[in-house]
C-alpha cells in the first residue's frame, strides 16, 4: 500500500501522533513514558518528518530516538491539548461531584452507576450537574472548599 501526503497533511499527522501519545500516558520530557504499544509506530511516523519536509519538527535524544520539539508541541498541537485537558478537568469534575451528592441525598445504593439510574435520580443528577456547571462558569473554583477528615 501506498499512501502519499502533503507537507500540511503530515504536519498534521505530527500533531495526532503527538496528540494521541500524550493522551496515551506518553510525556516529551521522559522518553521512559513512552507507551510500548505505541512507539514503534511513533519512530515510524516521526522518522519520516524530513522526508515529508517536516525536519524542523522532529529531533533525536542522546539515545537517537526521536520525538517531536518545541515547534510542534509548543503551537496549535499544545493549544488543542490544552483545551482537552480543561474540558477534560471541568467534564469530570461536575460529573464527579454531582453524583457525589445524589448518592448522598439517596444513599440506597451508592454502587449505581449513572447507566442505572431511573428516570428521577437521571432528573437529579441532570439538575446537580447543571447548578455546578453554572457556579464553576461564573467563579471557577475560587467557591471550591476541601473539607479533611469529612463533611462539615
Not at 522526508?51 to 520525538?67: H, I, P, Q, S, T
Amino acid at each position: 500500500m501506498k499512501v502519499s501526503f502533503t507537507t500540511k497533511e503530515y504536519t498534521r499527522l505530527l500533531e495526532l501522533a503527538y496528540l494521541g501519545l500524550r493522551v496515551a500516558g506518553a510525556r516529551p520530557d521522559d522518553p521512559a513514558t513512552m507507551p510500548e504499544r505505541y512507539s514503534e509506530v511513533a519512530q515510524k511516523i516521526y522518522g519520516l518528518a524530513e522526508v515529508f519536509g517536516c525536519a524542523d519538527l522532529v529531533e533525536a535524544d542522546v539515545n537517537g530516538e526521536l520525538f517531536p520539539n518545541e515547534k510542534l508541541t509548543g503551537g496549535t498541537a499544545r493549544e488543542k491539548l490544552d483545551a482537552f485537558l480543561e474540558d477534560t478537568f471541568w467534564g469530570e469534575l461536575v460529573a464527579r461531584l454531582a453524583e457525589r451528592d445524589l448518592h448522598a441525598d439517596e444513599p440506597r445504593d451508592a454502587t449505581k452507576l449513572a447507566e442505572e439510574l431511573d428516570e428521577a435520580e437521571l432528573d437529579r443528577l441532570e439538575a446537580l450537574e447543571d447548578s455546578y456547571w453554572r457556579e464553576f462558569e461564573a467563579r471557577g473554583v475560587d467557591n471550591l472548599v476541601v473539607l479533611r477528615g469529612g463533611k462539615g
